[in-house]
């Protein structure tokens, strides 16, 4: 791809060495593990002395300047005989590493990427082979072929290969099951081809990983070997060996352990760091690939916003019932960490809710609907806060209260229905057990009470046979059943709202009607005000009298459903119901949004939406835009909406830019 | 494929089926198209272990029937478990089926492809081509955009980097991206943006047939009206056949031409897209239609 730009190249990740390398930690220890190769290859050049020399005038000297580590019981120079030593350690370290990657990594590439008879065979070999004690073996196998360390090394690493191999089935058989792996299968490629280009380059992390890991353990048995007397003979220099020298003189010169001990410890760490760093490399480099350098814009100093208040009067859209609010959000704004720091995801949302009342939030993903959510139960993921502004519950401030008194309310007051009922729902503990626990938090009793209310409540979520499902675990349920069990769990408390975050997003289109139902009666049974999140317009207008429509962190419209549906107010609510394909021809082009959802910290300071919108003038962009009332009980953030709304054309928007 | 099957209900022939009798092909809006490209025959696949069931499985797909023709949109319309998946992975060779055939009617020769092995499966490559639901999944992370759709071209159609890297940009262009877009990673692209990436891919070897699995499932309203306009214009320009799986009533009526309704394995109506869903005769698609 030579011809394209080269702007482009910056794009592109580093390559994996480089990547690497580039962390401190990994430059480190393979500087370090080179230099003990470079040094025990050149061991006949560099080292001072041979390795077999005596000295019997310098017996056990500390480090000094003729012998630099010392020497040993023989008057033997020790960095000669460490040098010299490296060489059969390194060799016994590689030959195990080497045959755990190709016998235990092919094999359990090959079982897990095949499948079938070969994964069958492989799986039943591999259970045999764990059974085997490796030390005992490994000791027959020398006794056998004596003093062969290399062949040893050999067995060992085919004795230890079925725990890796079984690592490594088990990543490629997640990989296998990947859809890019099935599209690349589509495409017509080869397996082998498959194999080597999709397959491999996964599974390398987990390969690595082990085959490092091992080598330092292969390090250690080598050198345990030397030390018990296998391997080579005596005046030949291992590093087990030296030990072993070391030990039997270790009452009158302590420190010739240090040399190969030391030696010897910071390889089987450097071959695990390095492995590590090697697989952190990997993984950084898929998924944090390089997007084009955006607009860096980090979350705006409050004072450089304009204020509602100051530039444009504040129009309230209120509400017109004369109740008073369960549930009065006022102004909020959220913060939550992200790769920017503190970024505002939801900016200044007003909302009401009343009691017994269904309110839908609508909007796409990414524009603060849960959070939202979230926010009013004060469970913020991470950090994130609640930066300004009010959320009063029947008449007590949440912002900033006392966490007691939020966890009070939350379960018994406020409750949570989410998209996953198999996330929400403990996967260890009977779904009856679940509810009846809440039931006793919340409202005392004993447990025998407890558990009939839960079938009760089970009952009244029209669960058929209640006994029964309360005694199963959530997996043994299905998607609508359980979805009603976690409607049960948030009535559990008997709550006055209910915060349902896409609850029926998960299921299919005849459970969904039935799941909507519910709802619909346990809200008028028990006089519940329901805050509904949804991207589907179908499920809002169905359960929702009145409506708030959501667009990157801010309410943008709000107003009774039917109306809202009818003559939207905001350019954004237009083109979102123009590109519904219920309401088009069919194969005619729906009229799509241009662009997409800004990110929160590219959020511009005027109208969030007038990048893509068809009626923006500079005004829009110019400064926040309030909450304007164009009509009694409606609410919308868009300077023009007269435009939109004149004609009763809803189409308006959208018309003027086809 | 002259007599018309028992199964097409009589009021496609009302409404120029496709497989009315008529010998002008050229030109016509793709509705009209006769030239048969695709025949399932009373498919089923059941999953879990050949040779070894002791409980009889139910089969997820049971004698299924199906047709398509050239420029065609076929939607499956189906919940979850009705086997409308899994007829998309049988024709794209990813299940084996248990009974019954699938027929490409290439532009040579008629071939039984229930069970081609592997070396044809990768010529049939270049004809049938699929866009999976998931935009995150289908792209494999650590390769480049350029890397993965110019992928099929190295090897099934022998084109030097050159030719491959030209024809990845022309289908990435298609698809409304730029040719930089080649260089960079998945991770850079957002689920919409993905996604057309997704249908660059199965675009590049100019295929007969895309099978496209609950394409716009995992996006919101506004991304999905692009991608569903960008495949209706797709197969406008270049005549490329769909088999459309959805659960979105919604969807197929947009995109499809006619449509199989399927239930627990075996398809309980099917029509035209447009009867199908706004006078359905099986009181299955009826609640479909009211949920």
Redesign the interface.
Known sequence: MTELPSAVRRHRPAPMVRTVLRRPAALVCLAYLALLVLASLAAPWLAPHGPTATDLDHVLTGPGAAHPLGTDNLGRDVLSRLMYGGRPSLIDAAVAASTVLVVGAGCGVTAGFLGGWFDRVFSWAVDVMLAIPVLVTLLVVLAVVGDHQVLAMAVLGVLVSPGVARVVRGATLAVRQELYVAAARVSGLGRRHILVRHVLPRVAGPVVVQVSLFAGGALMIDAGLSYLGFGADPPTPTWGNMIADAAAVTDRQPWLLAPPGVVLGLAILACGVLGDAVRDAGAGRSTTATPPAPRSRPSRSRASRPRKGTSHPPVPASRTDSSPALLSIHDATVALPGPHGMTTVVEGVDLDIGPGETVGLVGESGCGKSVTGRAILGLLPGRGEITEGSIVFDGTELVGADPRTVRALRGRRIALVSQTPLTSLDPVIPVGGQIAELVRRHHGGTRRAARARAVELLRAVRVAEPEHVATCHVHELSGGMAQRAAIALALAGEPDLLIADEPTTALDAGVRAEVLDLLRQVQRERGLAVLLISHDWKVISRMCRRTYVMYAGQVVESGPTADLLAHPRHPYTAGLLASAPGRAAPREPLRAIPGTVPAPHEWPPGCHFAARCALATPACAAAAVPLLEPAPDRGTRCLRHTELGKGDDRDRATAVRS | MTERPPYVPETAADEGHPYAPDTAVAARPPTDATEPLLEVQELSVSYGRRGRSRHPLRPAVDGVTLRLSRGETLGLLG??GSGKSTIGKAI???VRPAAGRIVFHGAVQDEDITHAP?AR??????H???V?Q?PY????????I?Q?LS??LH??RRHT??QA?ARVSDSLNLVGLT??A???????F?G?QRQRI?IA?ALV?EPDLIVCDEPTSAL???????V??LL??LQQTLGVAYLFIS?????I???AHRAAVLRGGTVVEEGT??RLTTRPSHPYTR??L??
């Open positions: 919940e979850s794209l060779g990813l592997p499966r990768r010529r049939l490559a270049r049938i081509q699929v999976f998931d999944g289908s792209l494999n992370p650590s390769r480049t350029g993965t992928e099929p090897i099934t980097r050159g890297a040719a930089d080649a260089e960079r990673y998945p991770a850079a957002s919409g997704a891919r070897l919101d309203l506004s991304v999905q009206a692009h569903l306009n209706v214009e659960h979105d009533l919604d969807v009526r947009h995109v897209a447009d609640t479909l009211t949920a």
